[in-house]
Structure formats: structure tokens, C-alpha cells
């Protein structure tokens, strides 16, 4: 069964620090994707990384696959508190009939 | 563009009462259909998925149901529902296998 584990499940920092979420698991994805959650809302979808190795910025978020393909890191400079909320990182493998999978989730409140 | 309704928004429900969640997607065709259950602050669940019309995996054994009647159109249903039914609801659509979109949300309190 592949499972994708989340840390920290709980971060608090002040605005203008810099944070990393880990996303990490035993097996090997064909893609990661990661989300954004609000309370209250459906998950937004941030990116998708399909490369091993691969780097993402988006804006101040910093998203890289690892290079076997296990593991993801989203990174955020200079946090704010339109950051706050409840990241997901997803993964697909590699059959035809792999449905995506989801970890528990990064709850993330920016103090300003 | 491709838009997603799910409702009711918000649903309060005595035990053993019915249920039917509806949701559809607009601006795609044939799209893969999906049902999650999202516990309080926490990751996701998968319920139900669906490749095609009145085509249906289910993911959990459980007391709930889905169908898709039309094309663009999922629907999530019970007979009797449970205390352990509460939850946040969300359903969400994908063309291409790395990606999903997902709608609104249901939160689902069973009383």
C-alpha cells in the first residue's frame, strides 16, 4: 500500500520567516502533485512535479521531487499570512489504474 | 473553463435519514469523477471513482453509494446515515491521470 507521509502536521511561524514541508514515502511516484486548502474550501492545486529532481518556483514557493521519485519538499520564502492554510501533497504511481493518493496534511498559520 | 458545483453546502442530518450529494462539472467532457471524505484539518479519503457513465469503484467499504447518471454529473448517496458519515464532502474531476480539480465542498453534520 503506498502512503505518503507529511511534516511537520503543524507549524506556526511569523511573517517574514522561511518554512519547508516535507512529503515523504517508501514508494516511487510518476508524479506529485501538491495542494493548498482553506477552511471550508475544496484543495487548490499548486503544481505538479513528473521529473526526478525536478524544481518548481511559484511566486515564493519552492516545490522539488526528489531524485528517486519518493519524496517532495515545498519550500516558502519570506512567509505571509495569506500563506496560512492546510497544504497536501499528492502522488499517482505508475500503473494505468493508480488512482492518486493523499497525505495528511501541513497545517500552516502565519502569525503577522 | 472548466467549472465544479457541488450542493448543498452545508447539510445537517438526524441518523438513519437518506442522503444524496450531488455534483457537476462544466466546460469538459468525459472527465474521471471522484468522491473524498476529508476528516477535520486532515488529508483526504477516496470513496468512490468513476472512468464513465454508470461506471463505479468503490474505495471503502461502507454504507454509502455514488452513480453517475450522466456525464458531468456524480452523485453520493445513503439509505441511513451514520454518526461516523460526519464530514467534510468534496468531489472533484481530472482529464489528464497527475492532476485533479475539486469542487466546493459538502460538510456533512449527522446528528
Known amino acids: 500500500t503506498q502512503l505518503l507521509e507529511q511534516s511537520p502536521q503543524f507549524l506556526s511561524i511569523q511573517e517574514g520567516e522561511n518554512l519547508t514541508v516535507y512529503c515523504n514515502s517508501s514508494?516511487?511516484?510518476?508524479?506529485l502533485q501538491w495542494y493548498r486548502q482553506e477552511p471550508g474550501e475544496g484543495p487548490v492545486l499548486l503544481v505538479t512535479?513528473?521529473?526526478?529532481?525536478e524544481v518548481k518556483k511559484l511566486k515564493r514557493l519552492t516545490f522539488q521531487f526528489g531524485d528517486a521519485r519518493k519524496d517532495s519538499s515545498l519550500h516558502i520564502t519570506a512567509a505571509q499570512p495569506g500563506d496560512t492554510g492546510l497544504y497536501l501533497c499528492?502522488?499517482?504511481?505508475?500503473?494505468?489504474?493508480?488512482?492518486?493518493?493523499f497525505g495528511s496534511g501541513t497545517r500552516l498559520s502565519i502569525r503577522p | 473553463s472548466q467549472t465544479i458545483h457541488q450542493w448543498p453546502a452545508t447539510l445537517v442530518q438526524p441518523v438513519g435519514s437518506p442522503l444524496s450529494l450531488e455534483c457537476t462539472v462544466e466546460?469538459?467532457?468525459?472527465?474521471?469523477l471522484y468522491w473524498y471524505r476529508q476528516a477535520a484539518g486532515r488529508g483526504l479519503q477516496l470513496l468512490f471513482y468513476?472512468?464513465?457513465?454508470?461506471?463505479i469503484s468503490s474505495e471503502v467499504p461502507q454504507n454509502l453509494s455514488a452513480s453517475r447518471p450522466q456525464d458531468r454529473q456524480f452523485i453520493l448517496s445513503s439509505k441511513k446515515l451514520l454518526l461516523s458519515d460526519s464530514g467534510f464532502y468534496l468531489c472533484?474531476?481530472?482529464?489528464?491521470?497527475?492532476?485533479?480539480?475539486f469542487g466546493p465542498g459538502t460538510r456533512l453534520t449527522v446528528l
Open positions: 472533484a474531476w481530472s482529464v489528464y491521470p497527475n492532476e485533479q480539480f
Open positions: 514508494s516511487v511516484f510518476s508524479s
Open positions: 512535479v513528473v521529473t526526478g529532481g
Open positions: 499528492a502522488g499517482r504511481g505508475y500503473s494505468s489504474a493508480s488512482k492518486i493518493i
Open positions: 466546460g469538459t467532457s468525459n472527465p474521471n
Open positions: 468513476s472512468v464513465g457513465i454508470g461506471q
